[in-house]
């Protein structure tokens, strides 16, 4: 029977087409894209191929303004570190509570060893920005604003373009961690007040250990990685010339067939919602209805913890992930949730359903086939019990 791999924004399948661009950069074109002799001569324009590529899915303006990375986490630090190192004055960063922790782990470092003033913008039960909470957060002193394009439990998308607006009346850079939206949503920053912005390639078919981060033409840079003059000096390290070269490939895939996918996948993830609606009582879609990525469905199971849900998903060959970190034994749920407002009981049983290309109409009837049994059992054994009221009204509202 067919594995189910409904967990694409963790990470994705490498595109065939991709690995095959990748393959020749571990062989016979192995040079360093940096040498002036011809091994190296050989190598460097596929890497300018792939800056191309990478420009034009996110619709910078320039080749230059494109820096590669080991992926979204080193690109989200180089944004944030760079911007503190450049703001005269100013000493605060602006994110929501729901960035990723890539994000917020590096805020929290910068508060405790350097004095910085973290400002953590809440969220609505739907996960939406409290835009009242922003504007008033804004100020003088304030160097950098990130806030995540799309969120990678729920899929809410943010009005980054609105919210970059806003940063620039208060003098400040706008940074967006589009890791989960490159590939996803239709992006074009050279129509954008956009500063800075990061991705990683396995989130849309490309390699682990590579990503991008896109930095205005005219915004002051300070390198995270400092070495040789690679990437202009902006990213010292011989250059992961196979990596880039995937990234590249990825990107170019995702911008020929972004419409189509996309388009099919929302139909997939809305199949898959109405299916469990009708078969699995109290339970609720968390989330923005109106403004979701159309690949994720994140799904609070009142009265069940996720770790066995998921366990037993996974027996049966399907995989999917959870919102809490209950499997590293903590009974703490994700702090996504946890900002929405989502109640205890649900909480616990939420999991994250994400689809790719590679998703097809009998992955949605596998899961609706044996999701409604497993949740059952998982209740049947949950440490919240059976007499808890439903909570599905208060995820909703």
Same mark, same amino acid.
């Given at each position: 029977?067919?594995?189910?791999?409904?967990?694409?924004?963790?990470?994705?399948?490498?595109?065939?087409?991709?690995?095959?661009?990748?393959?020749?950069?571990?062989?016979?074109?192995?040079?360093?894209?940096?040498?002036?002799?011809?091994?190296?001569?050989?190598?460097?324009?596929?890497?300018?191929?792939?800056?191309?590529?990478?420009?034009?899915?996110?619709?910078?303006?320039?080749?230059?303004?494109?820096?590669?990375?080991?992926?979204?986490?080193?690109?989200?630090?180089?944004?944030?570190?760079?911007?503190?190192?450049?703001?005269?004055?100013?000493?605060?960063?602006?994110?929501?509570?729901?960035?990723?922790?890539?994000?917020?782990?590096?805020?929290?470092?910068?508060?405790?060893?350097?004095?910085?003033?973290?400002?953590?913008?809440?969220?609505?039960?739907?996960?939406?920005?409290?835009?009242?909470?922003?504007?008033?957060?804004?100020?003088?002193?304030?160097?950098?604003?990130?806030?995540?394009?799309?969120?990678?439990?729920?899929?809410?998308?943010?009005?980054?373009?609105?919210?970059?607006?806003?940063?620039?009346?208060?003098?400040? +850079?706008?940074?967006?961690?589009?890791?989960?939206?490159?590939?996803?949503?239709?992006?074009?920053?050279?129509?954008?007040?956009?500063?800075?912005?990061?991705?990683?390639?396995?989130?849309?078919?490309?390699?682990?250990?590579?990503?991008?981060?896109?930095?205005?033409?005219?915004?002051?840079?300070?390198? +995270?990685?400092?070495?040789?003059?690679?990437?202009?000096?902006?990213?010292?390290?011989?250059?992961?010339?196979?990596?880039?070269?995937?990234?590249?490939?990825?990107?170019? +895939?995702?911008?020929?067939?972004?419409?189509?996918?996309?388009?099919?996948?929302?139909?997939?993830?809305?199949?898959?919602?109405?299916?469990?609606?009708?078969?699995?009582?109290?339970?609720?879609?968390?989330?923005?209805?109106?403004?979701?990525?159309?690949?994720?469905?994140?799904?609070?199971?009142?009265?069940?913890?996720?770790?066995?849900?998921?366990?037993?998903?996974?027996?049966?060959?399907?995989?999917?992930?959870?919102?809490?970190?209950?499997?590293?034994?903590?009974?703490?749920?994700?702090?996504?949730?946890?900002?929405?407002?989502?109640?205890?009981?649900?909480?616990?049983?939420?999991?994250?359903?994400?689809?790719?290309?590679?998703?097809?109409?009998?992955?949605?009837?596998?899961?609706?086939?044996?999701?409604?049994?497993?949740?059952?059992?998982?209740?049947?054994?949950?440490?919240?019990?059976?007499?808890?009221?439903?909570?599905?009204?208060?995820?909703?509202?």
């Amino acid at each position: 029977m067919r594995a189910v791999y409904l967990d694409n924004n963790a990470t994705t399948s490498v595109d065939p087409d991709v690995l095959a661009a990748m393959l020749p950069f571990f062989t016979d074109q192995f040079g360093n894209a940096s040498s002036a002799h011809a091994f190296g001569t050989m190598v460097s324009p596929a890497v300018g191929e792939a800056r191309r590529a990478v420009r034009d899915l996110l619709g910078a303006a320039l080749d230059q303004e494109i820096i590669f990375t080991s992926g979204g986490t080193e690109a989200d630090n180089a944004a944030i570190l760079s911007a503190l190192d450049n703001a005269d004055g100013r000493d605060e960063v602006v994110v929501s509570t729901v960035e990723h922790p890539a994000l917020l782990t590096l805020c929290a470092h910068l508060e405790s060893s350097r004095g910085v003033a973290v400002k953590r913008i809440p969220v609505d039960a739907k996960g939406r920005l409290d835009m009242d909470a922003y504007r008033a957060a804004l100020g003088s002193r304030t160097a950098i604003v990130s806030i995540m394009w799309a969120n990678n439990e729920t899929g809410t998308v943010f009005p980054v373009i609105e919210l970059a607006a806003l940063a620039h009346e208060a003098g400040a +850079l706008f940074h967006t961690d589009a890791v989960q939206a490159a590939g996803k949503l239709p992006i074009n920053l050279n129509a954008t007040p956009i500063d800075m912005l990061s991705l990683s390639a396995h989130k849309l078919h490309g390699p682990k250990g590579v990503g991008a981060l896109y930095v205005r033409k005219g915004i002051p840079f300070h390198p +995270l990685i400092r070495g040789g003059q690679q990437e202009r000096g902006r990213r010292g390290g011989t250059e992961n010339v196979p990596g880039i070269v995937g990234l590249g490939r990825a990107a170019h +895939l995702a911008s020929l067939h972004m419409d189509d996918d996309l388009n099919r996948i929302g139909e997939l993830r809305d199949r898959l919602e109405r299916g469990i609606a009708q078969a699995v009582p109290d339970c609720a879609v968390t989330g923005d209805p109106c403004r979701r990525l159309s690949n994720t469905s994140n799904i609070a199971f009142n009265r069940a913890e996720a770790e066995p849900i998921l366990m037993q998903l996974d027996r049966v060959g399907i995989a999917v992930s959870s919102g809490s970190a209950c499997t590293s034994g903590s009974m703490e749920p994700s702090h996504v949730l946890r900002a929405m407002g989502v109640p205890f009981t649900a909480a616990h049983g939420a999991i994250r359903f994400s689809f790719s290309r590679n998703n097809v109409s009998s992955d949605v009837d596998r899961v609706l086939d044996v999701l409604p049994g497993i949740v059952e059992r998982a209740r049947a054994v949950s440490l919240f019990g059976k007499d808890r009221a439903p909570t599905t009204e208060r995820i909703n509202s």
